[in-house]
């Protein structure tokens, strides 16, 4: 997997997200947007059919606690799937992109 920054709030995931340095990578980027003022973020997930809990329980404190708009644009199906049956979807605004 890799992350990287593609705009001033927008990241860009490409490989399956699965690992703890997966989730630590996404987690130290998002932070730094954050950390400089971004309120809403805009991620790209591409190829990844999951999302382990780790990763999907930072974004739900990302946006509970932190107070920031998350919009998910997901290449793969099976990951949109996975978020509407964990009822993600809207919180997430996940769509296919």
Do not use: C, W
Not at 21 to 35: A, H
Not at 36 to 44: D, T
Not at 64 to 79: E, G, I, S
């Amino acid at each position: 997997m890799q992350a990287t920054r593609t705009g001033s709030n927008e990241i860009t995931i490409t490989g399956n997200i699965k690992t703890t340095e997966d989730y630590l990578q996404i987690r130290q980027l998002v932070m730094e947007l954050v950390s400089q003022g971004q309120s809403a973020l805009v991620l790209n997930i591409r190829e990844s059919l999951s999302m382990p809990s780790s990763v999907i329980g930072f974004f739900v404190k990302l946006v509970h606690r932190d107070k920031v708009k998350v919009a998910m644009h997901v290449q793969d199906n099976r990951l949109l799937e996975l978020l509407q049956e964990l009822s993600l979807v809207e919180l997430f605004g996940a769509r296919l992109s």
